[in-house]
């Protein structure tokens, strides 16, 4: 029996800019996803006949990746985080089956993050028809905070690249990391808005109010400006302006539509006890993030908004085997 262990990300900044090349920046959270494998007399699935065409992501790793022929597999699934909320559950959850099962064939061989994180890509980019962006899933892999960007960003140390065939063409992405400072008085606090955030449509909507405004691309220049500014004041640990560059961001976000009202109404109630607030993710719906010192106080307030709240620190450990 093997249980494995992938944390889930929040986007701290740049999000759909980093879909024009600019910087994200995102940290992985003490929430995550855990599967358990173990060898079975049939291939189950949480107690029921698992059928490989409803869980593309789990049997792409089984099938294509390791060209598993050992006896059938009993496979269960334990998730802290909300799903279809930007918190990157799929990505935790192909992270935690890819170790899960490198273990399970490899027993003497150390789980290679980068290695795994290429593994959990290309289950997400099978899924979702030839397009998805690493950043999840290398921040789930590596843990802490990652810098995903066209190009390598200064102040961040380089891990690995990451290219994709896309049917848009081939698209390449550098991943870095970025420290984070020694501060134990600040939280992240994550509020689900209920509403399922999609992530294509929200993409799309962006292509399209450009396409119309081509002005709006000064928003998505000032969000890459804004997140490499938030960048280094986290580097520095001056969580006050990263705070204030999460705001300006999220100013940025709302101009090129991708927040809702829910999402506004979550930061509403939380404003006064954050240092910044923004949505985090695609948007329209999902979830928004709050940084702060009073962690509860911001959870209460998103519950009475009607959110589901979320604790974490800034940048858990990175997967890994239980
Ligand atoms: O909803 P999420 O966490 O998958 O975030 C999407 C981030 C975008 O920038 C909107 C899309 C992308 O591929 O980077």
């Not at 597999?73 to 899960?100: H, P, V």
Request: proline share 5%; hydrophobic share 40%.
């Amino acid at each position: 029996m093997v249980t494995a262990f992938a944390p889930g990300k929040c986007i701290l900044f740049g999000e759909h800019a980093v879909v024009y090349g600019q910087p994200a920046v995102a940290v992985s959270i003490d929430a995550g996803v855990e599967v358990t494998i173990r060898e079975s007399n049939s291939w189950i699935l949480e107690g029921m006949p698992f059928e490989p065409s409803r869980h593309p992501h789990i049997s792409h790793i089984i099938d294509d990746i390791f060209d598993y022929t050992g006896r059938p597999l009993k496979i269960d699934i334990k998730s802290g985080l909300f799903s279809a909320a930007g918190l990157g559950s799929s990505a935790a959850l192909s992270n935690s089956m890819g170790a899960a099962l490198h273990h399970l064939v490899n027993p003497d061989e150390p789980l290679d993050l980068i290695s795994l994180a290429r593994i959990g890509h290309s289950a997400e980019a099978n899924a979702q028809k030839g397009r998805a962006s690493p950043t999840d899933t290398a921040t789930s892999a590596l843990g802490g905070c990652v810098v995903v960007s066209g190009e390598r960003v200064k102040g961040t140390q380089h891990v690995f690249d990451a290219t994709l065939e896309t049917p848009e063409g081939s698209r390449s992405w550098s991943i870095c990391r970025a420290s984070l400072p020694q501060v134990d008085d600040t939280w992240i606090v994550l509020g689900f808005t209920g509403i399922g955030s999609p992530t294509g449509r929200m993409v799309a909507g962006v292509a399209e109010l450009i396409e119309r405004d081509p002005q709006k691309m000064d928003d998505i220049r000032a969000i890459g400006e804004i997140t490499s500014s938030g960048l280094a004041s986290l580097s520095k640990g001056d969580m006050e302006s990263v705070g204030f560059a999460m705001n300006s961001c999220h100013e940025k976000l709302r101009n090129i539509g991708v927040s809702c009202p829910e999402i506004e109404s979550l930061i509403s109630a939380v404003e006064n006890h954050s240092l910044g607030t923004k949505l985090t993710g695609a948007g329209g719906g999902g979830c928004m993030v709050s940084l702060t010192r009073h962690p509860r106080r911001v959870a209460e307030c998103i519950e009475i908004a009607g959110g589901k709240p979320l604790v974490s620190k800034l940048g858990s450990e990175g997967a890994r085997i239980l």
